[in-house]
Nanobody, 127 residues
Framework: QLQLVESGGGLVQPGGSLRLSCTSS????????MAWFRQAPGKELEGVST????????KQMDSVLDRFTISRDNAKNTVYLQLDRLKPGDTALYYC????????????????????WGQGTQVTVSS
């Protein structure tokens, strides 16, 4: 049973924006470090962005620096990924991932560090 649910994907033109959301009806996400991963057709899964439990530490992959922003609203039990200035190379299935941790400032972009995953939301960037 998938514990996380992503939404917000879609078709957008190059240069456009989307906001992805990740929430859970079973997990209290304030106890979890969170991350977004993506997988394009024929390519490996790659870590896009991660955020610590307390939201004070974040890390992005180099190719999305200054374009993507991860954030969280623990009161809404939701994590977001704001995608700006999208490029065709950003086309992929985007997954949310979570790991329960006692440390408020821990994070990772390594897929094997995470225990819970969503089903993914498709982002397609095309004119």
């Amino acid at each position: 049973q998938l514990q996380l649910v992503e939404s917000g994907g879609g078709l957008v033109q190059p240069g456009g924006s989307l906001r992805l959301s990740c929430t859970s009806s079973t997990l209290t996400l304030e106890n979890f470090a969170m991350a977004w991963f993506r997988q394009a057709p024929g390519k490996e899964l790659e870590g896009v962005s991660t955020i610590s439990r307390d939201g004070n530490s974040t890390k992005q992959m180099d190719s999305v620096l200054d374009r993507f922003t991860i954030s969280r609203d623990n009161a809404k039990n939701t994590v977001y990924l704001q995608l700006d200035r999208l490029k065709p190379g950003d086309t992929a299935l985007y997954y949310c991932a979570a790991r329960k941790t006692p440390y408020p400032n821990s994070w990772s972009l390594l897929r094997d560090w995470y225990d819970d995953w969503g089903q993914g939301t498709q982002v397609t960037v095309s004119s």
